[in-house]
């Protein structure tokens, strides 16, 4: 069982910078695929980014391309994401969650384990 726990969320400006990181219990951290999602107030939990076990692979949503990076610290059992240049439409409550497999996943529902969120707010 994988425990896993967002921080770094809270208010920004728009065009500001939020670091998010989550932090995994388990020791083979390193043998999951990790994603992040997001769910804005009223509207479905929408991909944001995922990485691959390695660390060699990414993949965006389209809306966060070229602003957000994730990464991941297998030493650590932690992964990031760091999002620049925030929009208003950014604000949203981000989740962090684990899979298994050897590629980079988009869809939610194959993920096993997820965190609590963490609220991102961005003001105009």
């Known amino acids: 069982q994988v425990q896993l726990v967002e921080s770094g969320g809270g208010l920004a400006q728009a065009g500001g ?40 692979r990414t993949y965006y949503a389209d809306s966060v391309k070229g602003r957000f990076t994730i990464s991941r610290d297998s030493a650590r059992n932690t992964v990031a994401l760091q999002m ?17 497999g050897s590629g980079v996943y988009t869809d939610g529902a194959n993920y096993a384990y997820w965190g609590q969120g963490t609220q991102v707010t961005v003001s105009s």
Not at 28 to 39: P, V
Not at 90 to 98: G, L, M, P
């Open 17 to 56: 910078s939020l670091r998010l990181s989550c932090a995994a219990s388990e020791r083979t951290f390193s043998n999951y695929a990790m994603g992040w999602f997001r769910q804005a107030p009223g509207k479905e939990r929408e991909f944001v980014a995922a990485i691959n076990w390695s660390g060699t």
């Open 84 to 100: 620049n240049s925030l929009k208003p439409e950014d604000t949203a409550v981000y989740y962090c969650a684990a899979r298994g």
